[in-house]
């Protein structure tokens, strides 16, 4: 009789079912007590979107992973980087010599990450701005080449096509030539053929994935992804920045679009903390103790003197540093403030901060592209124009292809490049790296960087945006109610 019943109201059955799991899910939400406006979307969408509801809520909203991460903390505290870190921090006395001689009020950016992030500033680094893939790659494969006792890459995303090929095969020669290699790589990011990890793991090259996932292909947006792109080699030369290991960021001749990225060369006492994040995340990926030993961190004199802060974020930090980085650095600058990202979709907190400084005459120019590779975030992007536009900032679409660079620069003193875009993942989901950058020139190049890039971009025209149909604008609401969960 029960079956019957059941058999006959199915329908009835399941959505009770689903609105009863629903309302669970809305509990843990509000007992959670994060971003207002992030609980709200969940809300809206368990609520009028049965079962696909449920299936955003389990793909995007679940923590049930955050304690696991969190384990990845407990390498901080041995001796070996406390001593490290502790010898690189600057004294209250040094600080305040850089603050009268050269940052002014941006000693606060380098005070918030020494206390939040425990990133000492380094003063003495060698800083290389490499523009585009085809760039990028010719330094690092000569590095490569070059390196003696070991090679760390950590990168979202890695394809064994040509490009990642060349890549993975040279760790492979350098693996068998008794270089330790070891590979991490995010597991919904990548894709790398079976062929290709049997031949990594014969070669000796140990190699992992961050928090694999049954069905990568079908979890492109999924919770906590480790974005971060960086490479450490023999202790002494480091990289980060947008560009991934892909043909599509290179641009062969045969690539169907344009592809502007801006990535970083390091060289200097800033290794040292990009060597403990790659370390700290690889102890977790790798499920061992490798063992922090001083020669991860020989001691090779730099003299340029570029000082640099690298900034990490993620699901494990207390505060969302970089994102605090970005807000600090808007609300303190005098003169300008130019921002490159492929995807705009803030928070709450830098919207209110570019619009303050805006009206109060600081020149605030942002540069996106004119075709996003995202539909969703393409139109959420566009439903932030308007209040930007409200306080007369200059937005540049950039039409000669797809711009994926994700930089800041102000008052030709403070810059940062690295993998974090302006938008909710980035900020508060994401394992993210940066690289802080309190120097004149290196920011004046960035700042030419910038400007040059506008010669390929026009300037959007608010009265024209203000035209544009309803139909897009029922796009744009439709996918800023999504901005939350992107």
């Given at each position: 009789m029960i079956l019957s019943f059941l058999q006959d109201n199915i329908w009835y059955v399941l959505i009770i079912i689903n609105y009863l799991l629903a309302i669970s899910a809305v509990i843990a939400l509000l007992f959670r007590n994060v971003n207002p406006t992030k609980t709200l979307s969940y809300i809206i969408v368990l609520v009028f979107f049965?079962?696909?509801?449920?299936l955003v809520y389990y793909l995007f909203g679940q923590e049930y992973r955050k304690n696991k991460i969190f384990n990845r903390k407990n390498i901080l505290n041995q001796k070996v980087v406390k001593q490290l870190n502790d010898s690189l921090e600057q004294s209250k006395s040094e600080l305040d010599a850089l603050e009268h001689s050269l940052l002014e009020d941006k000693i606060k950016l380098v005070k918030l990450l020494q206390k939040s992030d425990k990133a000492p500033l380094t003063k003495r680094n060698t800083v290389d701005i490499l523009l585009n893939g085809e760039n990028k790659f010719k330094r690092l494969i000569d590095d490569l080449k070059a390196a003696e006792y070991h090679i760390h890459i950590e990168y979202y995303i890695v394809r064994d096509d040509k490009i990642g090929s060349k890549i993975l095969n040279l760790l492979c020669d350098k693996a068998k030539s008794?270089?330790?290699v070891r590979l991490s790589i995010d597991d919904v990011g990548s894709s790398i053929t079976r062929k290709m990890k049997s031949k990594l793991r014969d070669s000796g090259v140990e190699f992992y994935s961050f928090?694999?996932?049954?069905f990568p292909q079908f979890t492109g947006r999924m919770n906590y992804r480790n974005h971060r792109k960086i490479v450490v080699i023999d202790g002494v030369i480091g990289y980060l920045g947008g560009i991934n290991i892909s043909d599509a960021y290179v641009n062969y001749a045969n690539n169907d679009t344009y592809w502007r990225d801006t990535h970083l060369r390091l060289e200097g006492e800033s290794i040292?903390?990009?060597?403990?994040q790659f370390l700290i995340n690889w102890n977790f990926v790798s499920g061992s103790d490798l063992k922090i030993s001083e020669s991860f961190f020989p001691n090779k004199p730099c003299k340029s003197n570029v000082a640099v802060q690298i900034a990490a974020s993620g699901p494990d930090t207390d505060w969302a540093n970089i994102m605090e980085v970005i807000f600090s650095a808007i609300t303190t600058a005098d003169k300008y403030i130019y921002l490159t990202t492929p995807y705009f979709i803030p928070n709450q907190q830098i919207i209110t901060a570019l619009q303050v400084a805006s009206r109060?005459?600081?020149?605030?120019?942002?540069l996106i592209p004119d075709q996003s590779d995202s539909f969703t975030?393409?139109?959420a992007t566009n439903s932030y124009l308007g209040s930007l536009f409200d306080a007369d900032i200059k937005v540049y679409r950039?039409?000669?292809g797809f711009i994926h660079a994700k930089t800041i620069v102000v008052d030709d003193i403070f810059c940062t490049i690295g993998t974090t875009n302006m938008d909710y993942r980035s900020f508060n989901i994401n394992f993210e790296i940066n690289a802080v950058i309190y120097n004149e020139k290196v920011s004046k190049d960035l700042k030419a960087i910038f400007l040059n890039d506008l010669e390929s971009a026009r300037l959007m025209n608010p009265k024209e945006w203000s035209k544009r149909s309803k139909t897009e604008k029922i796009k744009e609401s439709i996918c800023k109610l999504w901005a939350p969960l992107l």
């Amino acid at each position: 009789m029960i079956l019957s019943f059941l058999q006959d109201n199915i329908w009835y059955v399941l959505i009770i079912i689903n609105y009863l799991l629903a309302i669970s899910a809305v509990i843990a939400l509000l007992f959670r007590n994060v971003n207002p406006t992030k609980t709200l979307s969940y809300i809206i969408v368990l609520v009028f979107f049965p079962f696909l509801g449920l299936l955003v809520y389990y793909l995007f909203g679940q923590e049930y992973r955050k304690n696991k991460i969190f384990n990845r903390k407990n390498i901080l505290n041995q001796k070996v980087v406390k001593q490290l870190n502790d010898s690189l921090e600057q004294s209250k006395s040094e600080l305040d010599a850089l603050e009268h001689s050269l940052l002014e009020d941006k000693i606060k950016l380098v005070k918030l990450l020494q206390k939040s992030d425990k990133a000492p500033l380094t003063k003495r680094n060698t800083v290389d701005i490499l523009l585009n893939g085809e760039n990028k790659f010719k330094r690092l494969i000569d590095d490569l080449k070059a390196a003696e006792y070991h090679i760390h890459i950590e990168y979202y995303i890695v394809r064994d096509d040509k490009i990642g090929s060349k890549i993975l095969n040279l760790l492979c020669d350098k693996a068998k030539s008794g270089v330790k290699v070891r590979l991490s790589i995010d597991d919904v990011g990548s894709s790398i053929t079976r062929k290709m990890k049997s031949k990594l793991r014969d070669s000796g090259v140990e190699f992992y994935s961050f928090m694999p996932v049954l069905f990568p292909q079908f979890t492109g947006r999924m919770n906590y992804r480790n974005h971060r792109k960086i490479v450490v080699i023999d202790g002494v030369i480091g990289y980060l920045g947008g560009i991934n290991i892909s043909d599509a960021y290179v641009n062969y001749a045969n690539n169907d679009t344009y592809w502007r990225d801006t990535h970083l060369r390091l060289e200097g006492e800033s290794i040292v903390t990009l060597q403990v994040q790659f370390l700290i995340n690889w102890n977790f990926v790798s499920g061992s103790d490798l063992k922090i030993s001083e020669s991860f961190f020989p001691n090779k004199p730099c003299k340029s003197n570029v000082a640099v802060q690298i900034a990490a974020s993620g699901p494990d930090t207390d505060w969302a540093n970089i994102m605090e980085v970005i807000f600090s650095a808007i609300t303190t600058a005098d003169k300008y403030i130019y921002l490159t990202t492929p995807y705009f979709i803030p928070n709450q907190q830098i919207i209110t901060a570019l619009q303050v400084a805006s009206r109060s005459g600081i020149d605030v120019r942002l540069l996106i592209p004119d075709q996003s590779d995202s539909f969703t975030a393409k139109y959420a992007t566009n439903s932030y124009l308007g209040s930007l536009f409200d306080a007369d900032i200059k937005v540049y679409r950039y039409e000669k292809g797809f711009i994926h660079a994700k930089t800041i620069v102000v008052d030709d003193i403070f810059c940062t490049i690295g993998t974090t875009n302006m938008d909710y993942r980035s900020f508060n989901i994401n394992f993210e790296i940066n690289a802080v950058i309190y120097n004149e020139k290196v920011s004046k190049d960035l700042k030419a960087i910038f400007l040059n890039d506008l010669e390929s971009a026009r300037l959007m025209n608010p009265k024209e945006w203000s035209k544009r149909s309803k139909t897009e604008k029922i796009k744009e609401s439709i996918c800023k109610l999504w901005a939350p969960l992107l």
